[in-house]
């Protein structure tokens, strides 16, 4: 089973307009050549024209729980949808929301179809969090984000409690894990701790060669 791959572009050079789509038809030869299982979380101005340009989901890196209506500056599930996104990151360590906010996000999500996942800083977050059913929880310890040490080699045991805290609310939510991941090594680790995947950033929006760096996550 491939590990799911999902990039989170955030708001870094590399990963807005045309350079995002640029990093994005790269993943699509990748997927193309290895038949990899790869996601894009992209800027909400960015869902419609990368979704239009690749054949992998893009999701969105967040939605507010808000209906139709007068709502300045929010962004409405419906749209992210009509967009072109498959589905939404949710509750991110850099767009936190409250508890009771992520409930209601995640009912909206689901209620369009919208893949959800969500994200915890710890694994008691995650434990919180599974209570909201979302499709995968992503652990993410916040102080490795960002930087070179991976979650995989240095907290390990942040996965397995989230792994094992999750299970006993829903044992059918998957577990993607993030923070520092940047090789097939990092990966191999995760998905032998029991994830199906990770969930990164720097890694790929920040490489010199960002085509190897996908091939080596790829495992
Ligand atoms: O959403 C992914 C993320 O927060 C991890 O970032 O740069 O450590 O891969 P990075």
Redesign the pocket.
Same mark, same amino acid.
């Given at each position: 089973m491939k590990p799911l791959i999902v990039i989170?572009l955030?708001t870094y050079e590399n990963g807005t307009g045309y350079k995002a789509k640029e990093l994005a038809l790269i993943a699509q030869e990748i997927t193309d050549a290895r038949n990899s299982n790869i996601i894009f979380?992209v800027q909400a101005t960015d869902i419609y024209n990368i979704s239009q340009s690749v054949k992998y989901p893009i999701y969105a890196q967040h939605i507010d729980a808000i209906p139709f209506g007068s709502h300045t500056g929010y962004i409405l599930p419906e749209s992210v949808k009509e967009s072109g996104a498959a589905g939404t990151?949710l509750n991110?360590? %850099?767009r936190k929301i409250t508890l009771e906010n992520l409930e209601k996000s995640i009912k909206r999500a689901k209620d369009l179809g919208l893949i959800i996942i969500a994200?915890a800083d710890t694994p008691d977050e995650a434990e919180a969090i599974a209570a909201f059913s979302p499709d995968y929880i992503?652990v %993410?310890p916040p102080e490795?984000?960002?930087?070179d040490i991976s979650i995989s080699t240095s907290k390990p045991e942040v996965i397995t409690e989230t792994i094992k805290l999750v299970r006993k609310v829903n044992p059918d939510i998957k577990i993607l894990v993030?923070?520092?991941?940047k090789t097939g090594k990092d990966v191999k680790k995760a998905l032998e701790l029991g994830a199906v995947g990770i969930?990164?950033?720097?890694?790929v929006t920040q490489a010199k060669d960002p085509k190897k760096v996908l091939e080596d996550l790829d495992i």
């Open positions: 989170n955030k979380a990151l991110h360590s %850099e994200c992503a %993410e490795l984000i960002g930087g993030g923070a520092g991941i969930l990164l950033a720097s890694g």
